[in-house]
């Protein structure tokens, strides 16, 4: 730009006149305008501005300011309607007086227009990315913060890259651009669980920076297995009549509507309803080979997705044998019926030809605890089943058991010895004192069995045993009964022979 002053041109020529008419006025631009300039008032810093001057004079002219520095600079001929001069403001706030001159002869030829250049750059930041993302890969974020008003200033600093809690995700350092008045950073960010992610960047200006701070309106990314608003899951190979279950997952999960199944774009399924974001349908192959199933969803509001999936279907596999032991007793059958008596407690050995684990369930009064079976009653009954999911070239199978539940055995811990000979006089203890009942919670009722009397005795002392004396040489036979409980437990009976020596 040229440094002139104008001026002094102007000075001198009116100091002349002043002489001669004997009185010195000092004149402004405006006096000898020969059109009128417009053009803004006020500015950013390293902003583009544009001034306008109608009817110009043929010639070399200039925009400049009362120090004589030159803006713009323009060259009309004889007759143009309109000159424009346009530049951009300094980098540094001031106050500039602006106004048209002559090149060559500095005689101004507008008026005056003041320009205020402020010193503060308002920001606008956003952020943006795709919005689906596939789990497991990665997508560019980008965050760009741009000078208000044109200026072309551009924001030093840094951005801080957030979630919906304030979460702080990075912070990158600023770099010139894309355009003018711009700096931008940008991340690459990887998804792992499918959901709805949302990001939000700060502008943080550096020190010295004129630029203000600003925060984006969040934008969110929603991630599936699929990169898409809906995606099904079925298993890589399916076989042919076997029944599978195909589940297609919707995103968001709070989305209103209903999902279809396609096989090779024929509809397979009617319209099912979304619920927490998936809809299920429970399929039979019935053609084998490459096939594509396909799922898509309308929701109430008018939104829609599909997505499809190639999968094989193999021909129709041999069902897994399940193989089920009750230990001490043996195999059970698939569709047998067994009685278990009250208080059974085992746990099944069980395989597969697949290789698979075998889950027990039972619908009953019976208990489940993995393979371990245990019974609570002694009437009713329990269904209980075994479901190998195949595997390894075989199909998944369920068998199924019903079980009788009978009266179980009562038992006891008793202190009574075994039969066998003692001699005369001998006290054995039969029953402890304060000795449990059966497992039934019946008490014991001890007995000698006829012609057994004079040979032994029933002692009951003080400390609540219960005793048998030997009072001679002979055979006695003792017997302990506890009653039945009716349709639970069996009656308990226990018998002894002593014989005195």
Same mark, same amino acid.
């Given at each position: 730009? %040229? ?65 004589? #520095? ?19 403001? @300094? ?10 001159? /002559? ?57 801080? &890259?957030? /979630? ?18 711009? *700096?931008?950073? $940008? ?12 990001? &939000? ?8 920076? !004129? ?6 309106? #969040? /934008? ?128 099944? #050995? ?34 209980? %089943? ?12 369920? $068998? ?12 006891? *811990? &008793?202190?009574?010895?075994? @039969? ?16 449990? /009942? ?7 009722? =001890?007995?000698? %069995? ?8 029933? !002692? ?28 639970? =437990? ?12």
């Amino acid at each position: 730009m %040229k440094n002139r002053s104008p001026w002094r041109v102007l000075s001198t020529a009116v100091a002349t006149v002043a002489l001669i008419g004997g009185a010195l006025t000092v004149a402004t631009p405006a006096a000898h305008a020969v059109g009128t300039l417009t053009g803004p008032t006020s500015a950013n810093v390293s902003q583009q501005v544009t001034y306008t001057l109608p009817s110009p004079p043929a010639g070399n002219l200039v925009l400049e300011d009362s120090n004589g #520095q030159g803006y713009a600079y323009q060259s009309v001929g004889i007759g143009d309607p309109t000159v424009y001069f346009t530049f951009v403001t @300094s980098s540094n706030a001031q106050a500039l007086n602006l106004f048209v001159a /002559d090149q060559n002869t500095g005689a101004v030829l507008s008026n005056a227009v003041s320009l205020t250049i402020g010193g503060v750059v308002a920001t606008t930041t956003v952020i943006s990315a795709p919005n689906m993302a596939t789990l497991g890969q990665s997508i560019t974020i980008t965050a760009t913060v741009t000078s208000a008003g044109g200026s072309q200033y551009n924001p030093p600093g840094q951005v801080r &890259i957030t /979630d919906a809690n304030n979460a702080t995700i990075t912070t990158m350092g600023l770099t010139n651009g894309p355009g003018a008045g711009q *700096s931008f950073a $940008y991340f690459r960010w990887t998804p792992q669980i499918a959901g709805t992610y949302f990001f &939000i960047a700060t502008y943080v200006p550096s020190n010295g920076s !004129l630029a203000t701070v600003s925060t984006s309106i #969040q /934008d969110s990314v929603i991630a599936t297995p699929s990169g898409n608003t809906i995606s099904i899951s079925a298993p890589p190979t399916l076989s042919l009549g076997t029944p599978v279950t195909l589940v297609a997952t919707v995103y968001p999960s709070n989305v209103a509507g209903s999902v279809g199944f396609t096989v090779n774009g024929a509809p397979i399924s009617a319209s099912i309803p979304i619920s927490n974001g998936t809809a299920s349908f429970t399929w039979s192959p019935n053609v084998a080979g490459q096939i594509t199933l396909g799922a898509s969803y309308t929701t109430n509001t008018g939104g829609s997705g599909s997505t499809s999936e190639v999968v094989t279907v193999s021909p129709p596999r041999s069902p897994d044998v399940i193989t089920l032991i009750q230990p001490g007793w043996g195999q059970w059958a698939n569709g047998g019926s067994y009685n278990m008596g009250n208080g059974s407690n085992f746990a099944f #050995q069980a395989s597969t030809l697949s290789g698979a684990p075998v889950t027990l369930s039972e619908n009953g009064p019976c208990q489940i605890a993995g393979l371990t079976l245990s019974v609570n009653s002694g009437s009713g009954n329990c269904s209980m %089943k075994a479901v190998s999911t195949g595997g390894n070239g075989y199909a998944g199978v369920t $068998y199924n058991y019903n079980i009788n539940l009978v009266p179980g055995t009562q038992t006891a *811990s &008793i202190a009574a010895p075994p @039969s066998g000979r003692f001699k005369v006089g001998r006290v054995l203890v039969l029953e402890s004192p304060n000795a449990s /009942d059966t497992n039934a919670g019946q008490n014991i009722n =001890w007995v000698i %069995k006829k012609g057994g009397k004079k040979y032994c005795a029933l !002692l009951y002392p003080s400390t609540g045993a219960v005793t048998l004396r030997i009072k001679k040489k002979g055979t006695c036979t003792v017997v302990g009964n506890a009653p039945g409980v009716s349709g639970q =437990w069996q009656p308990f009976q226990t018998a002894r022979n002593y014989t005195g020596r």
